[in-house]
């Protein structure tokens, strides 16, 4: 059995419907389905879960089935940035990601779970993901989201060093990932989920100004990556449980926020009309300009696959999923 937490969510759901689809665990998620019109629950219809388990029950029911429990995937986390209560992130985020590492540990499961890009800060010191204590403790996070992942990667490299740790334990720092099931996210969506509704009407589509005089309009430059590889980087950690630690998963190619929305037209067939906006005051001094992967040591623990370029990654999601009736996989 493997337990998916927050695997009706965006990055959980993807995950769910691999396993699923491979056939080779039973799989259980274990999520809040919130409102019925928030359509969460369309992230797991087309895939036959095993079993479904409410947050508030969770810790008993890992009790009820520890002897065939294999690995605990916990995606599971708020996940907006600018969410105000840092109490509830830190309780949320941190403490429960705590709590989950030491039950794996005691039980003797394996234990994958999302950490975040997010740790780097202005990521002014680069994007090396060197996840010994001391190299983690240097991080300054620009926000309670990013604080709050840091603090369990430095919580997850101390009790290893302990040899305190699950049989396997792996943390992924995601970059900007797209792709299907990520409609219930709100604000929070993918810029291509959020500019895609005036790209298919053929309208103008606003990206941020830039206040950076070494980055011109829309040439912004972010990770952005395709769901399907980072659910290949998870895949390929279940079957290699002698690796362990904490890496990127990006695309390693940084690329502009215009190349993404000219892809996007692309994808439908449009001809690209992009108009620009002040980047808000209230983000303004805090905005990244840069975010790059490096994926070199994760390919040095054996990873074998390769990121889909940001061009072909963006068409299979407008064509295969946006703009279907069903947008869901």
Known sequence: MIVVTGGAGFIGSNIVARLTAED????????????????????????????????????????????VIEAVVHMGAISATTEPDADLILRTNFTLSRDLWDWCSIRDARFIYASSAATYGD?????????????????????AYGY????????????????????????????????????????????????????????????FRSHNPDYADGGQMRDFVFVDDVVDIVIWLLDSPHVFGVFNAGSGQA?????????????????????????????????????????????????????????????RYVQDYLATPDPNR
């Open 24 to 67: 080779t665990y039973d799989v259980v998620v274990c999520d809040r389905l919130e409102t019925a019109d928030l359509a969460k629950w369309k992230n797991l219809a087309k895939h036959p879960i095993a079993d479904f388990w409410a947050p508030e029950d969770l810790f008993e029911m890992l009790e009820r089935h520890a002897e």
């Open 123 to 143: 990521g002014l010191d680069g994007f090396e993901d060197d996840d010994s204590l001391s190299a983690l403790s240097l991080l300054r996070p620009l926000n």
């Open 148 to 207: 709050s992942k840091m603090l369990f990667d430095q919580y997850a490299a101390r009790q290893s060093d302990r040899g305190q740790s699950p049989s396997q334990w792996a943390g992924l720092k995601f970059f900007n990932v797209y792709g299907p099931n990520e409609g219930h996210k709100g604000s929070m969506k993918s810029v291509v989920a959020q500019i895609w509704p005036k790209v298919a009407a053929g309208e103008t589509v606003t990206l």
């Open 255 to 315: 690329r502009s926020f215009l190349d993404l929305a000219k892809a996007t037209f692309a994808a439908a067939g449009k001809t690209p009309s992009i108009a620009y906006v002040d980047t808000p005051e209230v983000i303004r001094d805090k905005y990244q300009y840069f975010t790059e992967a490096r994926m070199e040591r994760l390919r040095a623990a054996g990873y074998p696959g390769q990121s889909t370029p940001l061009e072909e990654g963006v068409r």
